[in-house]
């Protein structure tokens, strides 16, 4: 076995190699923090490669479907921008651009030959973050100890996505273990904020959020256990999805503390807009996974669900803004967030009262007991191969270290196994009272709050504590990420300290300055009930359209929403809100 | 803390009060082997009584809404009908005719003023396995270590079934812990078979099969985590479903091994008809209980799956049958039940091919090993309260034990969660693929196989090894148990030894005498795909009318299926039969 370095110093060259080397440019100083504007300034596309980037996957897919765009110029199109954006913030693992447009050379030939699409998802370019194994691939999740290890197969959302006409064309990079909320392994390094170089991009499907926010892709997949789909997609201003455990095949990917059946790791899609977030699913589920992975719940994509059939069919929806969970303050521009969200939805007719949280600092205790409960173990057993450093913080300076093994009984972990499920009922039961309060008849139809307390924060800031985010996967809600506003020092002067509840809540006040985060996107989340992703995808086009209805003539500053409105997404969606008479 | 038999004795003299005591009759003599016609000629019931407790669930509920018979009647005659056959199998733990017969009477009350019913279920008395809390009432599982502990509140499932207007009047016995496939405790003793009193009726559910087969009740809940509804179910001669996880709300019930997150057990009817297992869960689906239970999976009930929408439309379905699961060769009687099976389906039209198991022995090496991950010590921390005995065995003799602690980690019982998902897969795949032998163009639509190698068997000699039921709770395929016959010893006669798989095969074998099992009824299990109950219930429907058909004029036995026909279930089931065309 040669040594751990050896093996990576192998994988790099491997990796420089599969990087088509007439797109290698010269990127900017390591001081030029914001690089968004970079891939459509140097050159490198041309002006309807400009245009295909910056179209979300709704008009794509019609471009494509109706042969005004060739899948192999699309796919040309967005390998190029994701060549150039990881040369800027180092978000690929495996790269694989002749292997995609093979793929979409033959989709056009089917759709010259036959005039028809061969899936929902004709010609779409996808990138997929680095667990989801692809036949004669390496998969290493940023374990150096699986360098070499080639898969024998796709895995099944591989497989799925393929047929449904989708282009994967390149990998994204993740924190070793996937179980950090920023992005940063032995192997490939630290992936950084294409919006400011000096922030994280969030993790661990941090690859993804960075490449999908330069538009080097227009929809990745990543996934989330605690948060490591929204984080890093409100991190970067997208659109993003987690879905409740079941509805999208996992089985085949690669991932670490496999076997822990409780707070089970989901995928799902990162994009530039609802649109795209839709599509995603529809398109999944409608082939039918459970007949390929056990764990996906044999459950239709549901038309009346999505056309909000348990919400009075969306005319009088009442949401839930909870402002601060009592564990975190969160920073003043994300406060603003939830005011502009708040304001935006009123104005369109809807109610919006208060969430109250209950036993939050509970559930985060529960999901971190249950992660941990054999996590040392598992991390220890892999990483012995080669022994590779295991990974400490995210900090610039983590130099690695050795944890001694540990972990909890079998019947410790029933216990808190057990506890957890008394919590979901509670939370459950606290969720159906909120019908007293609402006047709609009905419970709360969805909340808002935040992904995190703040914006992207710089390096090893924001630690393990994803107590925004990991709540809802310890009770199994799905929850979109949406973007707001971003980061604006005027508006978001620091606050005077509050009364703090912890350390951690003075540490994260202490952190923010304004001018660090300067145009920081700004996401807020919206969470719904378990296995009504339908239901969730409709309610955040309407807050959506709800937020672009008062932005247009707003003071509110909002690059990446503009960003956003470059595409034809936002006029589409407004037509479609407009069909369905939600305005009031 | 009085020693552990004290509070038995109070405990059985409770009991004994809650009986209402002109409704004690002399049983027969402990010889009397077969007592299930003992309850229609004892003289404690009318001829309308009988009438009404020989009657299916389906019927019975057309009566209670017509008004035909109330309410109070209904729940009277079964009353006393249970009653009677608890004095003769022990088969009763809590007994509350009086609130029944109150609940019965406002139900009564509402139907007169309003002409409508409350719900599905209206009037229809229901038996409940002793682990369905009821406000005021203890639920033991057969822990003396739990009596005197009264609950505070309704388990979901009880609060739905009363809101459909379900009558519950009694809880039913089980044994210690409820993982075991026959029925004893330290509290409430033993329950047996009314077939013959030698035999057991199974467990968990014993006390309700046993129940349910004297017709003490129309229908009765089971739970199932490894063949706990259906091992009993089939002992009996009934009709029962253990349906996928997550799909009746489990919430709020009693069990052991809580927290234990991997192989869910599930609750499901025991019944005397396979429309009954259909009115049951129809009702309980259409409450919508994800909204009260977070286990529950949001899927509604799918009428286009319950037509076989995913089966062709019913009209041409292909069956595979598992002959032997290659742990351990069915008896005699069994294997004839499977022949009359295949022979009234090629019949009726179908397609029946053999059924090829895959990793049987290690599915069920797996959910032992996740079942005892931490069993020993939850058994201890429970039992250790009052020091009563631990239950060793379901011999005759047992003596109790006390166990060493012991127990896996959580890192190991990872290990297995994770191979079984592995295995899980290879499953799914492997009934995939049978679509290239079908010839329908579709997969083996259901696989028809034995509930146990043989029929029930006296105290003691089934173990634990369920190896025909818990394969299909480690994979999470729902299961009916219809009656096909009844052992036969002119029919059944005893086999030469064949080649066994090991020592218990062998032990199975040689309990075989045909005289011992005399009349003990003969089930089959009907298996179907994951979270797909309409289907299984509705091709449960299908084989059960093409039985009826074959047996009108055949030679075959059975007692069991014949007391079913003495309601009116099945000439409907017949009619529907025709209705749907399924006939060749």
Known sequence: MPHWTALVAGKKQRQLKSIPQHWLVTPPPVSTLDVTSFP???????????????????????????????????????????????????????????????????????????????????????????????????????????????????????????????VPFVRTNVPQTVMWPETFNNIFGRTTNPYNRSLTPGGSSGGESALVSIRGSPLGVGSDIGGSIRVPAAFCGLYSLRPSYGRVPYCGARNSLEGQ???????????????????????????????????????????????????GSGKDLCFAIMWDDGLVVPH?????????????????????????????????????DIF???????????TSVTGEPIIAT???????????????????????????????????????????????GRPVDAIICPVAASA??????????????????????????????TVNPTLDGKEPPHDFYDDFDKDIYEMYDPEKFRNAPVCLQLVGRTLEEEAVI???????????ACQINSRYSCRCRKQSYKSTTWPWQYKEFEIHNFTS
């Open 456 to 485: 992207a924060p710089p390096m090893g800031k924001i630690g393990h504590y994803t107590n925004y985010t990991t709540v809802w996967n310890a009770l199994d809600y799905p929850a979109t990420t949406f973007p707001v506003t």
């Open 40 to 166: 459509e300034t140097c050159g490198l596309l041309n002006a309807r490669e400009i245009e295909i980037t910056n179209t979300s996957v709704d008009v794509l897919l019609e471009r494509l479907a109706s042969a005004e765009w060739t899948a192999v110029e699309v796919t040309t199109a967005f390998s190029k921008r994701a060549i150039v954006g990881h040369q800027l913030v180092n978000c690929l693992t495996e790269i694989f651009v002749d292997r995609a447009l093979a793929r979409a050379a033959e989709l056009d030939d089917y759709l010259k030959k036959t005039g028809k699409v061969v899936g929902p998802l004709h010609g779409l370019p996808i990138s997929l973050k680095d667990q989801l194994s692809i036949k004669g691939l390496e998969t290493t999740i940023g374990y150096v100890s699986w360098i070499g290890q080639y898969a024998d197969k796709n895995a099944v959302l591989v497989d799925v996505l393929i047929e449904c006409g989708a």
């Open 394 to 440: 995210m900090e610039l300076d983590d130099a690695g270290f050795r944890p001694q093994n540990s972990g909890i009984t079998a019947y410790q972990l029933w216990q808190v196994q057990k506890l957890r499920q008394n919590i979901r009922k509670e939370y459950l039961d606290h969720w159906e009272a909120t019908a007293s309060e609402t006047g709609t």
């Open 372 to 382: 941990t409960a054999a996590s040392v173990e598992d991390v220890m057993i892999t």
């Open 538 to 548: 409709k309610m955040t086009e309407i807050v959506d359209a709800a937020l672009a």
């Open 332 to 368: 003043p521009p994300i406060r603003r967030s939830l005011e502009i969200t708040k304001a935006a939805l009123q104005k369109a007719g809807h109610k919006v009262v208060d969430w109250k949280p209950i036993k939050h600092r509970l559930l985060l205790q529960i999901a971190t």
């Open 261 to 311: 059946d409780s707070i089970l790791s989901v995928f799902g899609p990162i994009t530039t807009s609802v649109g795209g977030v839709k599509v995603f699913m529809k398109a999944v589920i409608d082939t039918k996974p459970w007949l390929r992975d056990p764990l996906v719940v044999r459950k239709k994509w549901d038309g009346d669900e999505y056309n909000l059939s348990d919400h």
